[in-house]
């Protein structure tokens, strides 16, 4: 049962163009909404987060953004840049736990 | 500053061998968790200790998974008498705090893959 759902399992964008990475969660209960990056061989990086009570966070190139009535969340990187091909995973903070998706391989094309 | 240490990097275990993972967390932190990844998968919760406690084991196997996370030394995550479907990526993360009301975050550690042949 995945509470939180990425459907994309990958994405091409082509440098300094924007990069929109989706996100559906089922559970109304979360508090937070994460998302980390990831690249091959290493940890998880966390990148940016929203409270539930917010719908928008921005932090340089990265802004989140949270649509309650939809449970539904995207992450924008403007402009992407090569160092931004990773697998970038949603996650959602419920008590002491953080749920993940499945992850999104974004790669930059130059 | 260290990170997050997970030794080791790499681990193969034949069928019916034990392995242990262990984890150190970033200086300071006093909260850990472990995470599984599976091939093509996201990461699922396994546990979640502070120091000489487990607060919430709900995402561990029954039988064969334990976590300890001792007043000394670095926390570990043993899996008795391994099997296939055991290979995987197992991260830990740290944090100073609990989640809730977080303003703080988890941070992880680059992972012990595990393979079983």
């Known amino acids: 049962d995945q509470q939180v759902k990425q459907n994309s399992p990958s994405l091409s964008v082509q440098e300094g163009r924007i990069s929109i990475l989706n996100c559906d969660y089922t559970n109304s209960m979360f508090d937070y909404f994460l998302w980390y990056k990831k690249y091959p061989a290493e940890g998880p990086t966390f990148l940016i987060s929203i409270s539930s009570i917010k719908d928008k966070n921005e932090d340089g190139r990265f802004t989140v953004f949270l649509n309650k009535s939809a449970k539904h969340l995207s992450l924008h990187i403007v402009p992407s840049q090569p160092g931004d091909s990773a697998v970038y995973f949603c996650?959602?903070?419920?008590?002491?736990?953080?749920?993940f998706g499945k992850g999104t391989r974004l790669h930059i094309l130059p | 500053n260290a990170g997050v240490m997970q030794n080791p990097r790499h681990l193969v275990r034949r069928r019916g061998q034990e392995a242990r993972l262990r984890c150190s967390p970033m200086?300071?932190?006093?909260?850990v968790y472990w995470y599984r990844q599976l091939p093509e998968e996201g990461l699922k919760f396994m546990v979640y200790l502070q120091k000489e406690n487990i607060i919430d084991e709900s995402g561990m196997p029954k039988e064969r998974f334990s976590a300890e996370f001792p007043k000394e030394g670095p926390s570990i995550l043993r899996i008795q008498q391994v099997v296939r479907g055991d290979s995987a990526a197992y991260f830990c993360?740290?944090?100073?705090?609990?989640?809730?009301?977080?303003?703080?975050?988890?941070?992880f550690g680059p992972g012990t893959r595990l393979t079983v042949l």
């Open positions: 200086k300071g932190h006093s909260h």
């Open positions: 996650a959602a903070s419920l008590d002491d736990k953080i749920i």
């Open positions: 993360a740290s944090s100073s705090a609990r989640l809730s009301g977080i303003t703080d975050t988890q941070y």
